[in-house]
């Protein structure tokens, strides 16, 4: 069973920043993307950005990001130490969400659908 575990939410002006890290324990490790996804309330989770997470493969580190978010959003991976981030920069009141990390063995990284694993959510709230 993989665990997910997400931190680094908090509070922010907008124009501010902040870095989301997402750790990954468990064995088996069949993750083939890792993603970022955002609910805000009464809404729907919302792909963020994933990026490729397999060591050694041709695309590890291919990035996706939503139009939203490009240009403003980066997320990374470590893959020694399992783990997947997301710096936030120029936040603005519209990224106020709850931001999961997930992982897929799929490539289709935009579907919440496709996730199989998640982790239990970090608060991001950004104040105008």
């Known amino acids: 069973q993989v665990q997910l575990v997400e931190s680094g939410g908090g509070l922010v002006q907008a124009g501010g920043s902040l870095r989301l890290s997402c750790a990954a324990s468990?064995?088996?490790?069949?993750?083939?993307?890792g993603g970022w996804f955002r609910q805000a309330p009464g809404k729907d989770h919302d792909f963020v950005a994933a990026?490729?997470?397999?060591?050694?493969?041709?695309?590890?580190?291919?990035?996706y990001y939503a139009d939203s978010v490009k240009g403003r959003f980066a997320i990374s991976r470590d893959n020694a130490k399992n783990t997947v981030s997301l710096q936030m920069n120029s936040l603005k009141p519209e990224d106020t969400a709850v931001y999961y990390c997930?992982?897929?063995?799929?490539?289709?990284?935009?579907?919440?659908?496709?996730?199989?694993?998640w982790g239990q959510g970090t608060q991001v709230t950004v104040s105008s």
């Open positions: 997930a992982t897929t063995p799929t490539m289709f990284v935009t579907s919440p659908r496709s996730y199989d694993f």
């Open positions: 990026i490729r997470w397999k060591d050694g493969d041709t695309y590890d580190g291919d990035t």
């Open positions: 468990g064995h088996p490790f069949s993750a083939t993307y």
